[in-house]
């Protein structure tokens, strides 16, 4: 499972007099507001899924995020490279196809699916789900349930 953080783990649009649970993280001095069940979500999720970074935080990510979240220890994370990217290709694809190959099945939260993303999940051989966060919202119980469901749904068919 491949998770984004801006706007998945890392909250950011909502009202400031209405703020959902979580709280001000400091990252190389820059405040980002963390998900107070982002942590226990991911968790939840490892039982099933290998979880690994897919953001541009890259390495950054276990510097913060396992501590913030409570996770058992840094997560794999992919190294994304914007640069040389065509126009018609999302700056993601590349990394998540050399990390997870043509079959393997994968899920991908994100706020910023587009319809390249898209595109390339229906044409991906191996299962994929993409599930789009709220970037007010980020990852929430409704996503967690889902993606134990697909999960279920693929051991089932195996």
Request: glycine share 8%; aromatic share 10%; net charge negative.
């Amino acid at each position: 499972m491949l998770i984004d953080i801006d706007g998945v783990i890392s909250l950011f649009g909502f009202d400031m007099a209405r703020q959902p649970p979580g709280g001000f993280e400091f990252v190389d001095g820059i405040a980002h507001f963390l998900s107070a069940t982002a942590g226990e979500h991911l968790r939840e999720l490892a039982d099933t899924f290998e979880l690994a970074w897919c953001s541009g935080w890259e390495e950054k990510a276990n510097e913060y995020l396992p501590a913030a979240l409570g996770l058992p220890g840094p997560l794999p994370f992919l190294t994304l490279d914007a640069q040389g990217v065509s126009s018609d290709e999302h700056w993601k694809l590349a990394a998540i196809d050399a990390y997870a190959g043509p079959s393997r099945p994968l899920a991908w939260i994100d706020d910023a699916h587009d319809e390249r993303c898209h595109a390339w999940a229906a044409g991906r051989p191996g299962p994929t789900l993409l599930l789009a966060a709220e970037p007010a919202q980020g990852l929430t119980r409704t996503h967690v349930d889902e993606l134990l469901r697909w999960a279920q749904a693929l051991a089932t068919s195996e």
